[in-house]
């Protein structure tokens, strides 16, 4: 007997080419497909099918948001950052992030997890970040999380095997020989990590919401033997690739003298830069940058409010839209700031308003939230099959209370969704068809419970991590004088926003 999940009489935003609203609408569900999204009582299920009924009056639905950069371990650095910029930023996440072990990984996929379908996101991409190296027994722990929330993830295990301070435009003075000998110096191996892959990889081949990416931490930081291995892994796999790429000016200094003709060609050139492929942040890139990256079908991941508060830059949205670049949105970890995709999208939107003078090109409401449920599909391997309500897309749904004062007295639906909306008008998520998120609680897992222990592990890490990060403060000084340098160079694009 066939079985549907109706919505009936709610607003349907379906973020199609055509901007359709429907109101009052209806949309099926079966199994984890959308059999109908359209006018009320355009469609009737065959006779003796089974129907639940999902409240749809006073309801906006819309396609799951979908945040295409985050680093779950951040789930349990919330806090821990104000004025650092990137570079001061990374060495303190490397030390804080801690040793941790299977559970602590777990959990803290889930925090995130219950953050993600609370403010209406139905997958991410998790550039996922373990340290002193990954393995198995890690990554299943990871995924496991994921699998068991509901939520649709990919997880890009980061690597790289140059030691951090070697990646950096620094000079003696900047970074004295005395303090740079106390780091790891040296290689890490990569049989290690490529073996990891192939066997999760195939152990979690036949899972349809959870998948496994391969993750490059930024070329800057992998020899060149790395990164044409890792092309190499993603052609014989069949899996897509993410790397942080041009995020601040200070890994624009580094291409000069690794990759000439920029960093973009170069990956391409290893196999790392094709539509199975996105950049996250993508910053600080040249004209020559921006023109392999439309030719290869790369999508970037722009992610503006990490970019703000670690003073990254403006990436200029407009430039990458306009040469055909698909775009979508991402969060950056929670130790810079929320996963809330309504807050990315409006900043992303907004930001266009104040770094063109020409109104007509300002980004609308309607394609911003398409590069975040669209594109960000597309980006996660999942291009024409989700990020639409339309028959045939597959069910990742979240269900809006529109009788909130964020959603009502009821406008243009569609702005007032970007402009407006933070997330707490969340009510349900699906994802596959299948209830997440129930008036506003997560059905796979306990999320009081999950919270309630990530602070405990996430208290023990800080009092673990406490002595090296005071250790690591004597560094703080020389790495923020060559922020300070290259920023201030006039050679190079322009990211900053320079008030007089």
């Not at 006779?47 to 371990?73: F, W």
């Not at 503006?304 to 430039?319: D, K, T």
């Given at each position: 007997?066939?079985?549907?999940?109706?919505?009936?009489?709610?607003?349907?935003?379906?973020?199609?080419?055509?901007?359709?609203?429907?109101?009052?609408?209806?949309?099926?569900?079966?199994?984890?497909?959308?059999?109908?999204?359209?006018?009320?009582?355009?469609?009737?299920?065959?006779?003796?099918?089974?129907?639940?009924?999902?409240?749809?009056?006073?309801?906006?639905?819309?396609?799951?948001?979908?945040?295409?950069?985050?680093?779950?371990?951040?789930?349990?650095?919330?806090?821990?950052?104000?004025?650092?910029?990137?570079?001061?930023?990374?060495?303190?996440?490397?030390?804080?992030?801690?040793?941790?072990?299977?559970?602590?990984?777990?959990?803290?996929?889930?925090?995130?997890?219950?953050?993600?379908?609370?403010?209406?996101?139905?997958?991410?991409?998790?550039?996922?970040?373990?340290?002193?190296?990954?393995?198995?027994?890690?990554?299943?722990?990871?995924?496991?999380?994921?699998?068991?929330?509901?939520?649709?993830?990919?997880?890009?295990?980061?690597?790289?095997?140059?030691?951090?301070?070697?990646?950096?435009?620094?000079?003696?003075?900047?970074?004295?020989?005395?303090?740079?000998?106390?780091?790891?110096?040296?290689?890490?191996?990569?049989?290690?990590?490529?073996?990891?892959?192939?066997?999760?990889?195939?152990?979690?081949?036949?899972?349809?919401?959870?998948?496994?990416?391969?993750?490059?931490?930024?070329?800057?930081?992998?020899?060149?033997?790395?990164?044409?291995?890792?092309?190499?892994?993603?052609?014989?796999?069949?899996?897509?690739?993410?790397?942080?790429?041009?995020?601040?000016?200070?890994?624009?200094?580094?291409?000069?003298?690794?990759?000439?003709?920029?960093?973009?060609?170069?990956?391409?050139?290893?196999?790392?830069?094709?539509?199975?492929?996105?950049?996250?942040?993508?910053?600080?890139?040249?004209?020559?940058?921006?023109?392999?990256?439309?030719?290869?079908?790369?999508?970037?991941?722009?992610?503006?409010?990490?970019?703000?508060?670690?003073?990254?830059?403006?990436?200029?949205?407009?430039?990458?839209?306009?040469?055909?670049v698909p775009v979508a949105f991402g969060s950056d970890g929670l130790?810079?700031?929320?996963?809330?995709?309504?807050?990315?999208?409006?900043?992303?939107?907004?930001?266009?308003?104040?770094?063109?003078?020409?109104?007509?090109?300002?980004?609308?409401?309607?394609?911003?939230?398409?590069?975040?449920?669209?594109?960000?599909?597309?980006?996660?391997?999942?291009?024409?099959?989700?990020?639409?309500?339309?028959?045939?897309?597959?069910a990742d749904i979240v269900i809006l209370d529109g009788a909130t004062?964020?959603?009502?007295?009821?406008?243009?639906?569609?702005?007032?969704?970007?402009?407006?909306?933070?997330?707490?008008?969340?009510?349900?998520?699906?994802?596959?068809?299948?209830?997440?998120?129930?008036?506003?609680?997560?059905?796979?897992?306990?999320?009081?419970?999950?919270?309630?222990?990530?602070?405990?592990?996430?208290?023990?890490?800080?009092?673990?991590?406490?002595?090296?990060?005071?250790?690591?403060?004597?560094?703080?000084?020389?790495?923020?004088?060559?922020?300070?340098?290259?920023?201030?160079?006039?050679?190079?694009?322009?990211?900053?926003?320079?008030?007089?």
């Amino acid at each position: 007997m066939a079985a549907f999940t109706a919505i009936r009489g709610a607003t349907l935003v379906t973020l199609d080419e055509d901007d359709t609203v429907v109101e009052p609408g209806d949309l099926f569900i079966e199994g984890d497909r959308i059999a109908y999204a359209g006018p009320a009582g355009g469609f009737t299920p065959p006779e003796g099918a089974e129907v639940r009924e999902i409240e749809g009056r006073d309801r906006v639905v819309m396609p799951g948001l979908v945040n295409c950069h985050t680093h779950s371990y951040a789930a349990f650095l919330k806090g821990s950052v104000d004025t650092d910029p990137l570079d001061v930023f990374m060495l303190g996440a490397i030390l804080s992030a801690g040793a941790r072990d299977a559970r602590d990984v777990y959990v803290s996929a889930q925090v995130q997890a219950l953050e993600m379908l609370l403010t209406g996101s139905t997958a991410c991409l998790d550039h996922f970040s373990h340290r002193p190296r990954h393995s198995a027994e890690i990554l299943d722990a990871v995924m496991s999380g994921y699998r068991d929330a509901g939520v649709r993830a990919a997880v890009a295990p980061m690597f790289s095997d140059i030691p951090f301070v070697e990646t950096l435009p620094l000079t003696e003075e900047e970074m004295p020989a005395a303090l740079r000998a106390e780091l790891p110096s040296g290689p890490q191996p990569h049989d290690p990590y490529f073996e990891m892959m192939a066997e999760v990889a195939a152990r979690w081949a036949d899972d349809p919401r959870v998948d496994l990416m391969l993750g490059v931490d930024s070329p800057q930081r992998c020899t060149d033997a790395l990164l044409r291995r890792a092309g190499a892994f993603c052609a014989e796999h069949g899996i897509g690739n993410h790397t942080h790429l041009m995020e601040a000016k200070t890994q624009w200094a580094m291409a000069e003298g690794r990759a000439p003709d920029g960093f973009v060609a170069y990956l391409a050139d290893c196999g790392l830069a094709g539509p199975r492929s996105s950049f996250a942040h993508f910053v600080w890139f040249t004209d020559a940058d921006l023109e392999k990256t439309a030719e290869t079908g790369v999508h970037v991941v722009h992610n503006p409010a990490s970019n703000l508060i670690l003073g990254s830059g403006i990436q200029p949205l407009l430039r990458l839209i306009e040469a055909g670049v698909p775009v979508a949105f991402g969060s950056d970890g929670l130790n810079t700031g929320h996963m809330s995709m309504f807050e990315k999208t409006r900043l992303a939107a907004l930001l266009t308003r104040v770094t063109d003078p020409d109104p007509d090109r300002w980004l609308k409401a309607p394609s911003a939230l398409r590069m975040a449920t669209v594109n960000g599909a597309s980006a996660l391997g999942r291009a024409g099959q989700a990020g639409v309500l339309a028959a045939g897309q597959l069910a990742d749904i979240v269900i809006l209370d529109g009788a909130t004062v964020a959603l009502s007295p009821r406008g243009e639906i569609a702005q007032q969704i970007v402009f407006y909306e933070s997330g707490s008008s969340v009510r349900d998520v699906l994802v596959d068809g299948r209830h997440v998120l129930a008036d506003g609680k997560p059905t796979g897992f306990d999320g009081a419970a999950i919270l309630a222990e990530g602070r405990e592990r996430a208290a023990r890490l800080a009092r673990d991590n406490q002595a090296a990060l005071a250790n690591a403060e004597r560094y703080y000084p020389g790495l923020k004088a060559m922020v300070r340098r290259v920023v201030s160079s006039e050679t190079g694009p322009c990211r900053i926003a320079m008030l007089t």
